[in-house]
Nanobody, 123 residues
Framework: QVQLVESGGGLVQAGGSLRLSCAAS????????MGWFRQAPGKEREFVAA????????YYADSVKGRFTISRDNAKNTMYLQINSLKSEDTAVYYC????????????????WGQGTQVSVSS
């Protein structure tokens, strides 16, 4: 079992930045691939970014490439998502997920999920 808790969401003006964190507990954190997804009102949950178990490989949706950075600190059992140059279309609930395939882009490929953290961007 893996428990995931996201934090760091909030209301930010367009062009601003946020850093989301995902704290994990439970089974060995540093042996599982992880990712971030997001879901806007009325839309399906969509892939944002993924990171390999050792942090060496990262993957991004085209819509966030160059603005978002995924990283992890296995010593702290924590994954991060640095979000820069926020746009109104980034408004969504952001979910941390764990134990999926490398570069997993389907939400149903992951086993564990956090409760989500709201990111709202004002224009």
């Amino acid at each position: 079992q893996v428990q995931l808790v996201e934090s760091g969401g909030g209301l930010v003006q367009a062009g601003g930045s946020l850093r989301l964190s995902c704290a994990a507990s439970g089974r060995t954190f540093n042996s599982i691939n992880m990712g971030w997804f997001r879901q806007a009102p009325g839309k399906e949950r969509e892939f944002v970014a993924a990171i390999s178990w050792n942090g060496y490989s990262t993957y991004y949706a085209d819509s966030v490439k160059g603005r978002f950075t995924i990283s992890r600190d296995n010593a702290k059992n924590t994954m991060y998502l640095q979000i820069n140059s926020l746009k109104s279309e980034d408004t969504a609930v952001y979910y941390c997920t764990a134990d999926g395939p490398l570069n997993g882009r389907r939400w149903d490929a992951y086993i564990y999920w956090g409760q989500g953290t709201q990111v709202s961007v004002s224009s």
